[in-house]
């Protein structure tokens, strides 16, 4: 079993920049788990926004956010974090963070909800 915990949102104005982070625990993300950060703003469904693979070699992005925001990881720390730049209002929106044990051989980054743990969520709020 895999716990996150999802840290560091808030409230931050149009244009500024953020990073939110992912604390695992239960097993050692090292251990081949890829992870992803999906977002979910109010009466809209589950986004997927970044994802590394388990190598760390991998990123990808929705085209929504990609260039302002990077994702990454840290295996010492069994963390990973988004750093959230430019953000505008549509930014706003609850976002979780997932891990998913991945076969060693496969190195890819997965966009789809298919990820067997999930954080309870971190809200982030972008003020005009």
């Known amino acids: 079993q895999v716990q996150l915990v999802e840290s560091g949102g808030g409230v931050v104005q149009a244009g500024g920049s953020l990073t939110i982070s992912c604390l695992a625990s239960g097993r050692a993300l090292s251990s081949y788990f890829a992870l992803g950060w999906f977002r979910r703003a109010a009466g809209k469904e589950r986004e997927f926004v970044g994802g590394?693979?388990?190598?760390?070699?991998?990123?990808d992005y929705a085209d929504s956010v990609k260039g302002r925001f990077t994702i990454s990881r840290d295996n010492a720390k069994n963390t990973v974090y988004l750093r959230m730049n430019s953000l505008t209002p549509e930014d706003t929106a609850d976002y979780y963070c997932?891990?998913?044990?991945?076969?060693?051989?496969?190195?890819?980054?997965?966009?789809?909800?298919?990820?067997?743990?999930w954080g309870q969520g971190t809200q982030v709020t972008v003020s005009s």
């Open positions: 997932a891990a998913r044990q991945m076969d060693p051989f496969d190195t890819t980054v997965v966009r789809t909800t298919n990820y067997p743990y």
């Open positions: 590394i693979s388990w190598s760390g070699g991998s990123t």
